[in-house]
């Protein structure tokens, strides 16, 4: 199934007695890095368990390179890094992956080679021969997404891979993903760290209370922007007229801030204030950040 999209879900819904972790979540995933964006208790961890098969969705369905929820054929090709997760303490790094690439099926005549590469990947070429035990969060972090890129995988599922991280660890966590990007694996992160999300993902989707409130490109999401005006003799007309183009809020400094609107409604804005009379002295249009966004829908 050449065409199908890597990652498919069709009005999932799960709920959980009377809590419903994610309604009605569509999604398709091409190609790329897409991230799954929410406050703690959104939906996230729940989505991907749905996408693996580890819990059965109550309503909606879904495959996975053409392939539906949890089947083998699926799971053979999904990488996957959980949000919680603990290896044997007592095992050494690479016994940690020689498991997992027998439960992989990988090959044992690669195994070895494998491990190497996938230990140089995650920064922990040195430690192959040390106990978990014995091992720092942020190293387990990254013995875990060691893990999840066993026999390159063709879907890669991240539930928060840079939580434990110090910066160092999320930038070579960045690299890693682009690395995958770059060569056509496609990853699902799910994240509440924005920056790190607005560095990497291609797409996104923003997720609060198990609804989606906001879906699509980086730049789409980011399509609007704030903007300072300064003015002088604004009549509560004018304000009205300044309101249709987004949320007013009034600065300290006395100028006016128009919030979430689109950068070709500015002159239009403009222009509504200065023919309600109002005199003009300063438009200054302000990038909005996706935390600026994302505060702005789920204060909504
Ligand atoms: N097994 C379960 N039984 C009952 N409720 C559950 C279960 N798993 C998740 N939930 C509930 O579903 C909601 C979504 O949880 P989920 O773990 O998907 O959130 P999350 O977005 O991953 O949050 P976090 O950022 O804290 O990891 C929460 O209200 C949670 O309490
Ligand atoms: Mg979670």
């Known amino acids: 199934m050449a065409s199908a999209p890597a990652i498919r879900a ?9 809590i419903v972790a994610l309604s009605d979540l569509s999604l398709d995933v091409a190609s790329g890095v897409f991230g799954f964006l929410g406050p703690n208790g959104a939906g ?7 996408l693996l098969g580890l ?18 054929a699926a799971l053979r090709r999904i990488g996957y890094l959980p949000e919680l997760f603990r290896y044997q303490s007592w095992l050494a790094a690479r016994e940690v992956l020689a498991l997992h690439c027998e439960l992989a099926g990988i090959e044992r005549a690669r195994w070895s080679a494998e ?9 922990l070429a ?3 021969a040390s106990r978990v035990g014995t091992f720092s969060k942020g190293m387990q ?9 066993l026999g390159d995988p063709q879907v890669v599922l991240l539930d928060e891979p840079t939580s434990a ?4 660890g999320r930038h070579d966590v960045r690299e890693i993903i682009r690395a995958l990007r770059e060569r056509g694996a496609v990853v699902f992160l799910n994240s509440h760290l924005l920056t790190e999300v607005e560095q990497v993902c291609d797409s996104v989707a923003i997720v609060d209370r198990g609804k989606v409130v906001a879906q699509g490109t980086l730049a789409d999401l980011l399509r609007t922007s704030s903007v300072r005006i300064r003015a002088s003799g604004l009549t509560r007309e004018g304000r009205a007229a300044l309101a249709r183009f987004g949320e007013l809020d009034d600065a300290a400094d006395g100028a006016i801030l128009i919030r979430g609107i689109e950068m070709e409604g500015i002159p239009d804005a403009v222009a509504s204030a200065v023919a309600s009379g ?23």
């Open 10 to 18: 069709e009005h999932i819904t799960k709920r959980y007695g009377r």
């Open 278 to 300: 109002a005199r003009v002295y300063a438009v200054e249009p302000q990038h909005e950040s996706l935390e600026e966004r994302f505060l702005r829908l789920l204060g909504q």
């Open 126 to 128: 040195d430690r192959g």
């Open 165 to 168: 991280l110090d910066p160092v």
């Open 55 to 72: 819990t059965r969705p109550t309503s909606g369905g879904g495959a996975i390179l053409g392939e539906g929820f949890g089947t083998k």
């Open 44 to 50: 996230k961890t729940t989505a991907i368990k749905v």
């Open 141 to 149: 972090q990254r013995l875990g997404l060691g893990v999840a890129l």
């Open 115 to 123: 491990i190497d590469r996938i230990l140089a990947i995650v920064g």
